[in-house]
T-cell receptor
Framework: GESVGLHLPTLSVQEGDNSIINCAYS??????FIWYKQESGKGPQFIID?????DKRQGQRVTVLLNKTVKHLSLQIAATQPGDSAVYFC??????????????FGGGTRVLVKP | NAGVTQTPKFRVLKTGQSMTLLCAQD?????MYWYRQDPGMGLRLIHY???????AKGEVPDGYNVSRLKKQNFLLGLESAAPSQTSVYFC???????????????FGQGTRLTVV
């Protein structure tokens, strides 16, 4: 079946450097994408979202890029801090009908920030 | 503001036992969801509800039942627990359909369930 997946299961980053987390999706009908951050022992926390009619969206220290041509999503974290150490998930939503109620999650990427 | 609260936080069950996980939200959200998270995998949707009195199947509904008798509560039941149901369970709620930009799904802290 169609699914959302990630290229790198673990990413080690030096504190202060930029992080890039990648995500590939296969469902061309997906309309909406979200990035979540999950710290150890906690539930996922919303970071940023993007709609399929956009190719870039910026938040505070984070930027999400969407390339619909190759079905690729990325999350960029600027000046990575120790508090950014967590597992990051991308999720997709098809936006219409009953499927619009649901998110399909990727497997997650662990980001480790080295001091 | 408590947000989304799950009880219990931890539980160990024997195969064949039953239990109910409770999710409560105080944000007046219409939509509520139950997910399970297994090692190395993302969250998979078990069941969800688009409003009081309604429920629908998600991606992996077998072996689970749910009820939404009150808007603020969403219960997940395991009638006869199996080792394959060992997982971390997350409840989430949202104000409206996920597709709305800036509509976030708020997650609870999770329930770690072990079935032996």
């Amino acid at each position: 079946g169609e699914s959302v997946g990630l290229h790198l299961p673990t990413l080690s980053v030096q504190e202060g450097d930029n992080s890039i987390i990648n995500c590939a999706y296969s469902n061309s009908a997906s309309d909406y994408f979200i990035w979540y951050k999950q710290e150890s022992g906690k539930g996922p926390q919303f970071i940023i979202d993007i709609r399929s009619n956009m190719d870039k969206r910026q938040g505070q220290r984070v930027t999400v890029l969407l390339n619909k041509t190759v079905k690729h999503l990325s999350l960029q974290i600027a000046a990575t801090q120790p508090g950014d150490s967590a597992v990051y998930f991308c999720a997709e939503n098809m936006g219409t009908g009953a499927a619009g109620n649901k998110l399909t999650f990727g497997g997650g990427t662990r980001v480790l920030v080295k001091p | 503001n408590a947000g989304v609260t799950q009880t219990p936080k931890f539980r160990v069950l024997k195969t064949g036992q039953s239990m109910t996980l409770l999710c409560a939200q105080d944000m007046n959200h219409e939509y509520m969801y139950w997910y399970r998270q297994d090692p190395g995998m993302g969250l998979r949707l078990i069941h969800y509800s688009v409003g009081e009195g309604t429920t629908a199947k998600g991606e992996v509904p077998d072996g689970y039942n749910v009820s939404r008798l009150k808007k603020q509560n969403f219960l997940l039941g395991l009638e006869s627990a199996a080792p394959s149901q060992t997982s971390v369970y997350f409840c989430a709620s949202s104000y409206t359909r996920v597709v709305q930009l800036n509509t976030e799904a708020f997650f609870g802290q999770g329930t770690r369930l072990t079935v032996v």
